[in-house]
């Protein structure tokens, strides 16, 4: 086992003496500081004491197990594995003084480089070897730059000191080098990701017969650079061709992005920016551009800003969604036009700010800077979604931001909605079977599960889905181009069709559960809850479907038994409170009731149903599902609401009410339902599915 190793087996166990001996290990174990790339990790709360100490730990594994480079090489590697990080730890007494001597912190590799010459420096002479240590200090000072070259990060021309000191070389052969330098990536790379390595490991064997081979032109367009930084996003489902030539066709744009990224090298910059569209990962390098001299920066760390834009929900790492609509807006102001002339709107909540890395604004970091009043709400938000507060401070926040409105950007929860929708699949296929005709609309297309389901079984059909959501278009639009999907998402408006699509258009609409949401977020015509909403969809839809054409919905519903009172003993010891809370948060209707005893309440069979509703998704769901009416009519009050729309030029063809299936069997546990009597019953009709067809002239 490599001495290195050993070492950091010791001080795990408790062995403190050994940092007397190992100075690299001193600086990675007594630190406050936590620098790693915040890509692979799963929770901020979860990151270990010492990531950057395991992250070394584990490429010295590598580096035990491989069979690829004799001793000498391995004791070069090691050596410069052990060191190449130090610049991200140390105690805050010897970084300031490290800053003090003029060491690149913030340039990592550079910093690292600085703090191993020094360290160099102060042992004897005759007990150094000077040969190696040029070696060793030219590999820390290039460390990590074949895979940041490959992710678009930093240009070839970094990796100059390599090839020069490769013109040059005495110590090892040039077999052996190109050993050194592949198993040294490979424990650099791999260390990260096992998955990464397996990736790139062609390309790193490409980029070191360059090195070696002493090739100095091997710059990456300005298309294909910026291209790698957004493969995450690429991932995701953008389009970057359609978007590279739709904004480089200005030739202002152009030659400014040549300028800047011909003279600049750039970290974190895919960690930062990948959940970001390509639009506003290029306003905010203008911005940027706008701030620094472009001919004399060298370095930008997006470091800061990476570290800022995390944060954990439900103890996950997620993009704080907050600040992120916030830049969003910010962004959104900005016209490209203005800022390649050198112009930006100002804000008085959020702006892109510069951190100076030295002394000279060479190496810079880049991060958003939000008003004190700003920051306090955002704070606020992150705490209230943790109660049913979460709905009312996303509305202070769009007051105060002035950003997105629609009623359904959810924020942190949009993913748990989406799934959610996704997990339904079952109920929707059946929707399938009553679809018809070659045109087919899915409002409040969601998650995009209602999509697939109609395009697998209509494959001949022009499947298309809208939202109000403008989150969730952008995210069904990355899908469709992720998964290679045949349908169409277009952002448009359930109540006003007749502006999105023509007349007698739709061979079948469908409202899969949205209509229950439209009843209970939109404020129509000023009023929340409107049953307007309702007919008024209803009639919107009518009036782009073809003659012939059906309309489907799928809902909830009350009962018809709307005087019959139901008793509701829970089971849990929350549940009593739980629904107190639930009478006073639900805004659909006024809900009363009687309280029997310590756990039994009574109240009408519709506001037993719907508070039931609510309780089964449990408190995780509370502050959406407390917001919303799942059932607004009786089947006598739909049918009469079908018919005011219709009229005599359609019919109903399907008219059925259910009650969900497994719904009782998961409310088992949490409450006993019954009559004014005490008997034991069922639970009512708790969704409806109806097929309307508009009759042909």
């Known amino acids: ?258 300028i800047f990224f011909r003279k600049t090298d750039m970290w974190y910059v895919e960690s930062a920016l990948h959940d970001f569209t390509l639009e506003e990962f290029l306003k905010i390098f203008l911005l940027i551009y706008q701030k620094v001299n472009p001919l004399t920066v060298k370095q930008i760390s997006f470091e800061p800003f990476m570290k800022d834009i995390y944060y954990d929900y439900k103890g996950k790492k997620t993009i704080n969604l907050y600040k992120k609509r916030i830049i969003e807006a910010y962004l959104k102001e900005q016209m490209m036009e203005k800022l390649v002339a050198g112009h930006d709107s100002k804000n008085d909540h959020v702006e892109l700010t510069i951190v100076p890395l030295d002394s000279l604004n060479e190496n810079i970091g880049v991060a958003f800077a939000y008003s004190q009043a700003g920051e306090k709400l955002i704070e606020f938000c992150q705490e209230a979604e943790k109660s049913p507060l979460y709905e009312r401070a996303i509305i202070l926040l769009y007051d105060f931001f002035g950003f997105r409105k629609d009623g359904f950007d959810r924020l942190q929860n949009e993913q748990n909605y989406l799934t959610d929708m996704n997990n339904a699949k079952n109920y929707k296929k059946a929707i399938a079977d009553y679809a018809v005709g070659n045109k087919m609309l899915d409002i409040g297309a969601g998650g995009g599960i209602m999509l697939d389901i109609l395009s697998d079984s209509h494959p001949k059909a022009t499947v298309i889905g809208i939202d109000i959501s403008t989150n969730v278009i952008e995210s069904l639009e990355k899908r469709k181009i992720r998964e290679k999907k045949s349908w169409y998402v277009k952002q448009a408006d359930a109540l006003q069709l007749k502006e999105t699509f023509a007349l007698n258009s739709m061979d079948t609409i469908i409202f899969s559960s949205i209509l229950h949401e439209m009843y209970s977020y939109i404020p129509y015509k000023g009023i929340k809850f409107n049953p307007e909403v309702i007919s008024d969809s209803l009639t919107s839809a009518f009036e782009v479907l073809k003659p012939g054409g059906r309309i489907i919905i799928r809902d909830g519903i009350m009962t018809e038994l709307k005087e019959e009172l139901r008793q509701i003993e829970f089971k849990l010891p929350n549940g009593m409170d739980f629904f107190k809370r639930y009478v006073n948060d639900f805004k659909g209707r006024q809900i009363t009731f009687e309280q029997i005893n310590k756990s039994t309440i009574q109240l009408p069979i519709n506001d037993a149903m719907e508070f039931l509703y609510t309780y089964t998704w449990g408190e995780e769901a509370y502050p959406h599902e407390v917001q919303e009416q799942f059932g607004y009519f009786t089947p006598t009050e739909y049918k009469d609401v079908i018919h005011k729309v219709i009229g005599k030029k359609g019919k109903v063809l399907l008219f059925d009410h259910y009650l969900q299936d497994g719904y009782g069997e998961h409310l088992l546990p949490k409450v006993k339902l019954m009559d004014a009597s005490r008997n034991v019953v069922k639970l009512p009709d708790s969704t409806c599915f109806i097929v309307i067809e508009k009759l042909s002239r």
């Open 1 to 258: 086992m490599l001495s290195s190793l050993k070492a950091i087996q010791k001080v795990k166990q408790g062995d403190k003496e050994v940092l007397r001996q190992y100075k690299w290990l001193q600086y990675l174990y007594l630190t406050k500081e936590k620098n790693i790339n915040l890509e692979q990790v799963n929770s901020l709360e979860g990151i270990e004491s010492h990531p950057v100490l395991s992250y070394i730990e584990r490429a010295l594994t590598i580096l035990d197990n491989s069979t690829r480079v004799n001793q000498v090489g391995k004791c070069i590697i090691e050596e410069v594995l052990t060191w190449s990080d130090v610049a991200k730890c140390g105690s805050p007494f010897k970084r300031r003084y490290w800053r003090e001597r003029g060491f690149q912190l913030g340039i990592h590799n550079i910093g690292s480089a600085q703090i191993y010459a020094e360290e160099k420096k102060n042992v004897a002479i005759h007990e150094r070897n000077l040969a190696q240590e040029e070696l060793v200090f030219t590999l820390i000072y290039t460390h990590g730059l074949t895979g940041q070259f490959i992710r678009g990060e930093v240009r070839y021309c970094q990796l100059e000191p390599l090839i020069l000191y490769m013109n040059k070389n005495t110590v090892v052969n040039q077999d052996d080098m190109y050993n050194i330098l592949y198993v040294m990536n490979q424990c650099i790379i791999e260390a990260v990701s096992p998955q990464i390595w397996r990736d790139v490991q062609e390309e790193v064997k490409e980029i070191i017969g360059s090195i070696l081979s002493g090739k100095r032109e091997k710059e990456l367009s300005l298309k294909e650079r910026i291209k790698r930084l957004r493969n995450a996003a690429i991932q995701n489902g953008e389009n970057f061709d359609m978007g590279y030539e739709q904004f480089f066709k200005d030739e202002k744009l152009k030659a400014l992005f040549q």
